[in-house]
């Protein structure tokens, strides 16, 4: 069931950013621009209102309009995998606008609830996933997602992957053992993790440095794929640098490191939203110092 769905995630995931204007709101022209960027690149998965989309930063109806938009621009040169969260009746909302929208599938944000138990969270995915007949992947971010409760999730048959973010490797193998290829197991904290998550079962990963140098995220899956760790790991040693800086400051960096980045190689104006915020003077430099090391400045 969604073979194809299952097969077009067993890679890279893309998240694109959310471009904004001077005002503040979402510039679509410049969205366009990124997802063909990202298109050109031969992605065959976009995440449109992922966390690098600054998802919760956007309204409900920018939420659906991004969605949509993402869906008409795409025109299905790849799959697009619609961001959903909040509460369960706005998410369960949200995934039938995606599928309404004519998305090929939607990911579950973990729930910002600062109340949450295992039969709960169980209860969370599963009135989601009822409520559309589109394949849907689970971000796990945190320790209240255990192997039980996505074991228990997988009685819904149209939930088909999750995109483990929760950087603790032995849990991770501890539920690719429970529960085998019943999910598509990604690596959601990108490249950083990549190879010591595909070492523990997974079979591709998220990734918004795609929107900067998907090259490098391409490298590394061949690598990876073919079981080649040494190069996956001089890959890594690359691109360790800019993953560290979107780590800083307890991973709030993530956003404006890429959109700065963006910036400096003139695919975006950097323009974020609050509670995200431009980088300090020398943060900025070290992006500089990155891309000239990749070779993408001079």
């Known amino acids: ?30 969205y366009g621009s990124v997802l063909d960027d990202l298109l050109r690149s031969g992605l065959p998965a976009v995440y ?22 993402a869906v008409r621009h795409t025109a299905g040169r790849a799959k697009v995998i619609a961001g959903i969260g909040y509460d369960a009746r706005t998410a369960a909302a949200l995934a039938r606008h995606a ?24 209860g969370y995915y599963r009135a989601i996933a009822q409520a559309t007949k589109l394949p849907v992947v689970l971000y796990a971010r945190s320790e209240t997602v255990t ?15 999750v995109k483990y973010a ?9 539920a690719v053992r429970a529960i085998g290829d019943r999910y598509v ?5 990108a490249e950083m993790w990549a190879p010591f998550f595909f070492a523990a079962g ?11 140098d998907a090259r490098r995220s391409f490298a590394m899956l061949d690598a990876l794929r073919a079981g080649r760790y040494d190069r996956a ?44 915020a431009p980088l300090r003077p020398e943060e900025k430099q070290e992006v500089r110092r990155i891309l000239q090391s990749w070779g993408l400045l001079s």
């Open 99 to 122: 599928e309404e929208a004519g998305a090929d599938g939607v990911m579950v944000h973990q729930p910002v609830h600062p109340f949450v138990l295992e039969s709960g969270l169980v």
């Open 185 to 189: 197991w990604l690596c959601g904290t």
């Open 233 to 276: 790991m001089e890959i890594w040693e690359e691109i360790r640098p800019f993953e560290e800086l979107r780590e800083a400051r307890r991973s709030g960096n993530n956003v404006s490191v890429v959109k700065e980045a963006m910036a400096q190689l003139g695919k975006s104006n950097g323009v974020l939203r609050p509670p995200a």
């Open 166 to 174: 929760l950087n603790h490797v032995p849990s991770f193998a501890k």
């Open 1 to 30: 069931m969604h073979t194809a769905f299952r097969e077009a995630i067993q890679g890279i995931n893309a998240i694109p950013v959310t471009p904004f204007d001077e005002r503040g709101n979402i510039d679509y022209a410049a």
């Open 202 to 212: 997974a079979v591709g990963f998220t990734s918004g440095m795609v929107n900067v």
């Open 48 to 69: 449109p209102c992922g966390n690098t989309g600054e998802f919760y930063s956007l309204t409900i109806e920018e939420a659906k309009e991004a969605v949509t938009f």
């Open 147 to 161: 192997a039980k409760a996505l074991q228990q999730a997988a009685a819904e048959t149209n939930i088909v992957g």
